[in-house]
């Protein structure tokens, strides 16, 4: 998902909202059916599922996969459009993974999730009206003792989103955000990948990934 070229650099909630239902009118199901990001997947290998906050879940692709691979979710957006699609979407393809979903609407960045209460902290693609910073020690104090935090992001040098300065984000930014007394860093890095567009095609991302074990 991308920002919409020439679009303003104000990411807030009308901005999101209307991002959401454009994409609705223009696709008429959004995002639906799109995969769940290749390095959540990496990521969640291995961990034993407890309880996962997917923070600025847009349609929902992750916050499924995470439920239906036995985590509890609370899935986060600020786009109460979002939601809407993401939930209706979530219960009519795996009914029995909508049961484990939490959906809230809030402002990330204004009304923090509830501190060390998860063992899996995922963003992905979430660029918000503060700074990057911001939105990294705010998920931060998110996760548990002995827990992950995940952030993907757009890196300066994806072509696909060169229009949009401020979505991007360097994995020395998000890095520099844990306090190395609390945070084991497991990877930060750039990744190039190829994502799917949902109209069979593909195109070539470069993330940043973020990828980190907060200190028991
Ligand atoms: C580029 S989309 C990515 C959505 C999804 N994570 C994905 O990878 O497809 C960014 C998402 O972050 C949400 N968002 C932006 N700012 C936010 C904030 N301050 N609090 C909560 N969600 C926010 C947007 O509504 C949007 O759904």
Not at 8 to 23: I, K, L, S, T, V
Not at 45 to 58: F, N, T
Not at 122 to 130: G, I, P
Request: charged share 20%; with cysteine; glycine share 10%.
């Amino acid at each position: 998902m991308s920002a919409h070229s020439g679009a303003p650099q104000e990411f807030d909630r009308a901005y999101w909202e209307e991002h959401y239902r454009g994409a609705d009118r223009e696709h008429g199901h959004g995002g639906a059916g799109l995969p769940p990001n290749p390095h959540l997947l990496a990521a969640a290998q291995g961990l034993a599922p407890g309880r996962a906050l997917d923070a600025g879940c847009g349609h929902g692709a992750e916050a499924a996969w995470l439920a239906a691979n036995g985590w509890r979710v609370r899935a986060v957006d600020i786009s109460a459009a979002a939601l809407e699609r993401a939930r209706e979407r979530v219960r009519a393809a795996r009914p029995e993974a909508a049961e484990r979903i939490e959906w809230a609407q809030a402002d990330l960045t204004a009304r923090p999730p509830e501190a060390a209460a998860f063992e899996l902290v995922c963003s992905h693609y979430v660029h918000t009206a503060a700074p990057p910073s911001t939105l990294v020690e705010t998920l931060a104090a998110a996760v548990a003792p002995g827990g992950t935090l995940l952030v993907v992001g757009h890196h300066p040098d994806d072509a696909h989103h060169a229009d949009t300065p401020g979505a991007h984000l360097t994995p020395q930014e998000a890095a520099s955000a844990l306090d190395p007394e609390h945070w084991e860093v497991l990877t930060a890095e750039k990744a190039t990948r190829q994502a799917a567009t949902g109209h069979g095609g593909g195109i070539p991302l470069t993330d940043t990934v973020l990828r980190a074990r907060r200190r028991g």
